[in-house]
């Protein structure tokens, strides 16, 4: 039994018993109540928390559109790559060292440049892009906190320098910067998807939610081009320039109905797929940015334009004697005295005296109004970025020394391209502009220049150049009829024509008899004692075209003594 002073002990006891059961009680309530909440009223909330801290939205980059040539052979496509980064603020910058020894990058310099991102609080860092993926994943198993990797493409080009000019390139970010890329930028490129992952601390995707936006890619692009010509005419090309010691040199060639460009070819050129050595001069497309005077290869428009007025034919003679011709101040001169030439052999010996008094007995605006629907003086039809525009004298500017000088070659210009498309008017007498893309043939009317008539009688006139006697001899192309016209311009210095400094030049057509090929070759500045068209370009025609015809089985029309043997059945 429990004495009086012991009773008030036990109800002070009871009492702070009950006082700590009933803050353990309202304590259980709070948290009773506070889990509710999370599971009710907080749950998307914390949900929707979470997610940031872990599902991420990543790009999904689009394959950019493969170019082609005319028989779908890839001229530029995209492979997969690797872009490595870190986040400054959690890697170690000291194991950086080793990653970028591996990727043939200064390991310690690497670390550095990190570090310093981390001081100024920056969250991003380049390693490097464009890695291998295979090497890319290699690196991603060391594990390194704060190192990622996102999926990106790289551009390459299967036939390099080949095909430089006229494709171009793209910049690291696979945005053109030249050539066909730049100017069909918007066209490759495609919509670049998203994808919805979860991601772990250090970065690595541990699963995959789903496609939230499908990559769609960019379109494909034909061009007109065969890769077999096009290699062909870049060997041949880079070998006279190289042999000749030349500045530069171009050759385009066309399809002689349709105007389709089957190649076009620059020296000196690049490797897209490396750029540790680029030389920004070797990236102009010569073929189509440089402007030459045509000389020489403008002579058969004139004679055309003397044979279209119906004042002239074939057979008129023009007395070119003594051999030149004074105007003004200047004399007009011939390599000789040719005397009486009919037209024929105005062309054949390439007479500027004989050409001038053709100018001057047509006049300035009949003869402007021709190399004019010819194509001279013109702007480029292709859009290309960096296309030159033609220029030529108006008729008022056209006194009779600059009608003279027009009239053989000088004193107007033209790109190599622009030069073959007006050689197009002398297949049929209708000038056919020049497609570089598949989807344009046929959608540009040709442009009637003369009659077919007289386009022939010139055609024939210009299988003389070729032909033993003519100036382009060395064009000639054995089992085809051939013809063609040499040009020899000299350069334009600071104080005029440069005495030592030539273009030399080759425009030609074959075969005659249905032609199939028109084919444009320039030399710019050749070294040594061989600098005349008929001497540089000539030959070089003559090896592109003889193997273009081949390669294309055009039919000879002049088979030579193996092809009479092989049709007979007596050679193997």
């Not at 709070?30 to 999370?38: D, I, N, S």
């Not at 050595?277 to 003397?306: C, W, Y």
């Not at 003279?404 to 030069?419: E, K, M, R, W």
């Not at 028109?518 to 000539?538: C, K, M, R, S, T």
């Amino acid at each position: 039994m429990s004495t009086p002073t012991e009773q008030p002990q036990i109800g002070m006891q009871r009492w702070r018993f009950a006082l700590v059961l009933a803050g353990f009680l309202l304590l259980g309530g709070v948290v009773m109540v506070r889990l509710v909440m999370l599971h009710t009223v907080d749950q998307p909330f914390l949900f929707e928390q979470g997610e940031k801290r872990t599902v991420r939205s990543e790009t999904q980059p689009a394959t950019r559109g493969v170019i082609t040539d005319r028989f779908g052979e890839p001229l530029a496509v995209s492979t997969p790559v690797s872009t490595l980064w870190v986040n400054p603020q959690q890697v170690d910058a000291a194991q950086l060292v080793s990653i970028g020894n591996a990727l043939n990058i200064n390991g310690q310099r690497l670390k550095n440049r990190v570090e310093k991102a981390a001081r100024q609080g920056k969250s991003f860092y380049y390693i490097k892009r464009q890695v291998e993926p295979e090497l890319a994943e290699r690196i991603l198993q060391k594990r390194i906190a704060g190192l990622y990797a996102d999926d990106d493409f790289r551009r390459y080009y299967p036939a390099a320098e080949v095909t430089a000019h006229t494709l171009g390139l793209v910049n690291i970010d696979g945005h053109g910067q030249e050539g066909l890329e730049l100017a069909f930028d918007d066209y490759l490129n495609g919509e670049p998807g998203a994808r919805k992952v979860v991601k772990d601390l250090m970065g690595n995707v541990i699963k995959q939610l789903g496609v939230t936006a499908v990559p769609e890619a960019g379109e494909n692009l034909a061009l007109t081009l065969d890769l077999r010509l096009q290699y062909l005419a870049y060997r041949e090309l880079k070998a006279v320039v190289s042999s000749h010691k030349a500045r530069a040199g171009s050759a385009v060639i066309l399809d002689a109905h349709t105007g389709e460009i089957l190649a076009l070819v620059g020296q000196p050129s690049y490797n897209p797929n490396n750029r540790s050595k680029l030389n920004p001069q070797h990236m102009r497309n010569r073929a189509i940015a440089d402007v030459i005077e045509p000389g020489s290869t403008l002579k058969p428009f004139t004679v055309a334009a003397a044979l279209e007025s119906g004042r002239y034919a074939p057979s008129t003679v023009v007395n070119t004697e003594p051999g030149y011709l004074r105007i003004k101040h200047k004399t007009i001169r011939d390599h000789r005295n040719y005397g009486e030439l009919d037209l024929t052999g105005i062309i054949t010996k390439s007479s500027n005296v004989g050409v001038t008094r053709l100018a001057h007995n047509l006049g300035a605006e009949n003869l402007w109004s021709f190399l004019s629907k010819a194509g001279f003086g013109r702007p480029g039809t292709l859009g290309f970025p960096g296309e030159a525009v033609g220029q030529m004298p108006y008729p008022e500017q056209l006194d009779d020394l600059r009608l003279a000088t027009v009239s053989f070659g000088y004193g107007l210009s033209v790109s190599p391209l622009q030069l073959a498309e007006t050689y197009t008017s002398l297949v049929d007498g209708c000038r056919q502009p020049v497609s570089l893309l598949m989807t344009q043939v046929a959608q540009q009317p040709c442009e009637p220049v003369m009659s077919e008539r007289t386009a022939r009688q010139v055609l024939d006139m210009l299988e003389t150049v070729v032909g033993p006697t003519g100036t382009g001899k060395r064009a000639a192309v054995d089992g085809y009829r051939v013809g063609g016209k040499t040009g020899t311009a000299h350069k334009v210095g600071r104080a005029g024509y440069e005495d030592s400094e030539y273009t030399a030049v080759f425009a030609g057509i074959a075969p005659i008899s249905d032609p199939d090929l028109i084919l444009v070759v320039v030399v710019d500045e050749p070294q040594g004692q061989e600098y005349y068209g008929g001497e540089v370009a000539a030959p070089v025609f003559s090896r592109i075209m003889e193997q273009a015809l081949r390669l294309r089985q055009v039919v000879p029309d002049a088979p030579g003594k193996d092809q009479q043997l092989q049709v007979a059945g007596g050679a193997r």
